[in-house]
């Protein structure tokens, strides 16, 4: 049973700019001079070679869709191709010539058959389909190699948000082990001071929680949350830690991967010696040409401590994700300094939408 197929625009469109020129030429080829002096050519010849026009023109349809599903790749145009080719050849361009012996058989108009008729039938007939097969052919390896970029961006975009996905995971358990073991030495030194400490890590880790799910966060929402961070290495070290802040409110809504600034300032705590004789301290401060400053003073520890490299990779990893260049580690004798490239950029944020984008469809 012939499954009715529904035509595409391009197809109808086809056939519609193919059809009177199509239905012409026939007429020309049967009648000759008569096409110009006798109406009823006209009138009963073109409507009935119509006719013969949308049936042959659906069944060209018909066949040509079912080669699409039958070889529907790219690599399998060859066979689509070929197949289209011999119904072209021993199918529908022979059935062009059932127009001539109809025409013949039933006199239309006085037509008797010629062999010279015939030829010409054939050769309007390979003529068309093979306009059609090439128009439709090429419009279908089009579509194919468009679908094919859509999905191959897709499939990237999809492993952007799994490596995002991973650095954010990242964050979050390494973040609360430290806190942990402050915690745990604050219980054994003062009490009071864990109970302050415990109140602030409470508050600190809802938003960093809330903020970690975003990916990619304002300067603003930034500059609060490392307040708040910071009120909680207070907590622990008081006077060995300093911190100092100036950032110009233009660029309150320019972004940056969420998280950085506590990354880096947790880096700078965990590396270097603090005390109150010697106190570390972190300035942050934006300059020209959109970037944020992230500078301390440098007084290593003599015996380093386990590294899991997460806090530097993972900023660095996130703006390689978003294609952002800028990212800049430097180091001397008194200072460490990272450069954050602050972003305002729209290709960014739809980097980043599109991003979410092929999260939600995965998870449909």
């Not at 300059?287 to 997460?310: D, F, M």
């Amino acid at each position: 049973m012939i499954k009715l197929e529904k035509s595409t625009r391009t197809e109808w469109y086809s056939f519609l700019v193919s059809m009177p020129l199509i239905d012409f030429g026939l007429n020309l080829i049967v009648y000759k001079g008569r096409l110009f002096s006798d109406y009823r050519v006209w009138l009963l010849s073109f409507p009935l070679i119509w006719v013969a026009g949308i049936i042959t023109w659906y069944f060209h349809v018909w066949y040509s869709h079912n080669a699409q599903r039958k070889y529907p790749e790219i690599s399998q145009s060859a066979k689509r191709i070929i197949l289209k080719c011999f119904v072209n050849i021993f199918v529908m361009t022979p059935a062009i010539l059932i127009i001539f012996f109809l025409y013949d058989q039933l006199h239309i108009l006085g037509y008797h058959l010629a062999m010279d008729d015939l030829l010409k039938g054939l050769l309007v007939g390979l003529a068309v389909n093979l306009v059609f097969s090439t128009l439709w052919e090429a419009l279908y390896i089009m579509e194919k190699q468009r679908e094919s970029v859509g999905e191959k961006e897709l499939l990237s975009q999809m492993s952007l948000q799994q490596e995002f996905d991973i650095l954010k995971s990242q964050v979050n358990p390494h973040f609360l082990f430290n806190c942990f073991n402050t915690l745990s030495s604050l219980i054994n030194e003062d009490a009071k001071k864990a109970e302050v400490f415990l109140d602030e890590l409470s508050k600190v880790y809802r938003y960093l929680l809330r903020n970690n799910e975003t990916g990619l966060s304002n300067l603003q929402n930034e500059l609060k949350f490392i307040d708040s961070y910071f009120r909680l290495l207070k907590t622990r070290h008081g006077d060995a830690v300093q911190f100092r802040v100036e950032a110009d409110k233009r660029y309150d809504n320019y972004l940056l991967p969420s998280l950085s600034l506590q990354l880096l300032v947790e880096n700078a705590v965990k590396h270097n010696v603090l005390s109150k004789n010697k106190p570390l301290v972190i300035d942050i401060f934006t300059t020209a040409g959109n970037k944020l400053i992230v500078n301390n003073n440098l007084q290593r520890r003599t015996k380093k401590g386990p590294s899991n490299k997460i806090g530097l990779d993972n900023i660095r990893t996130k703006y390689s994700l978003l294609g952002q260049s800028g990212f800049h580690v430097m180091e001397d004798t008194k200072n460490f300094t990272v450069v954050l490239p602050l972003i305002w950029d729209n290709n960014v944020e739809k980097r980043w939408a599109t991003i979410q984008a092929a999260k939600a469809s995965s998870k449909i």
